[in-house]
């Protein structure tokens, strides 16, 4: 999920239309404190597992410390997907702009719902929001969505208060908050199906299953038999 998440962020940051809501703190305090965006994203990072712990207090598990190293996993991919897919091409045409912008909150979306299948260890931002939606179980699609528009209405706070006037905050910005919470919500977990049942297929002491994938968003029912080895990977609860 991870890598499907990097390369969603490389399209987005090559559309070039406006920080998206995942970077917004960082932007406004690198802006203001002409400091590294690297730097100030690491320290909302950190911010992010701290609010999770003020959350759910001691139901906070140790293992999700290593957020921060999944954070800077995330980094690493970023860098090497940015060389390999885009490198300095940036688009010049609006209409391309707009469908990188789209493609990247597909990807990004994906990439939650796996996440969110598998509950293993997430990126900051995303635990932060995967707390406050198990706690309050509503509709995942508008949940994000919210979440996302919060921390841009942040943005532009911030952006007033610190330098005097609204930055960063451009259409690409309203794109991603309302697409990446839209592509969530479309596939609902689906994508993360996907991926267990690949997983559990091709584990060695599995080889010779029946193929799950036949109705594959039709009936759960067929993935009871996989609980415990989905319980395998769940490092959450």
């Excluded at 490389?10 to 400091?35: A, E, Q, R, T």
């Excluded at 919470?181 to 479309?186: K, N, R």
Aim: contains cysteine; hydrophobic residues 50%.
């Amino acid at each position: 999920s991870l890598e499907l998440m990097s390369i969603g962020i490389v399209f987005i940051s090559h559309g070039d239309l406006g920080i998206p809501s995942f970077l917004s703190l960082s932007y406004i305090l690198s802006s203001y404190f002409k400091s590294s965006l690297f730097l100030n994203d690491l320290l909302i990072q950190i911010f992010f597992i701290i609010f999770q712990i003020l959350i759910i207090r001691q139901n906070f598990k140790k293992i999700q410390l290593c957020q921060i190293f999944i954070w800077l996993l995330l980094n690493i991919f970023l860098s090497i997907n940015n060389i390999i897919f885009l490198g300095n091409f940036y688009p010049k045409n609006y209409l391309i702009k707009i469908l990188f912008l789209l493609f990247g909150s597909f990807l990004i979306g994906i990439a939650i719902n796996i996440q969110l299948f598998i509950k293993t260890i997430y990126t900051p931002c995303e635990g932060l929001f995967l707390t406050i939606y198990n706690i309050l179980q509503y509709n995942i699609c508008y949940s994000k969505i919210i979440f996302d528009f919060i921390l841009i209405l942040l943005m532009i706070i911030l952006s007033y208060l610190l330098v005097g006037s609204i930055t960063g905050v451009k259409e690409g910005t309203i794109v991603c908050g309302i697409f990446i919470g839209f592509f969530l919500g479309a596939f609902n977990e689906r994508a993360g199906k996907i991926v267990i049942d690949f997983l559990y297929r091709n584990c060695p002491e599995n080889k010779g299953e029946e193929n799950f994938n036949d109705n594959l968003f039709i009936d759960d029912q067929m993935y009871n038999k996989k609980d415990d080895f989905i319980n395998s990977l769940n490092i959450w609860e």
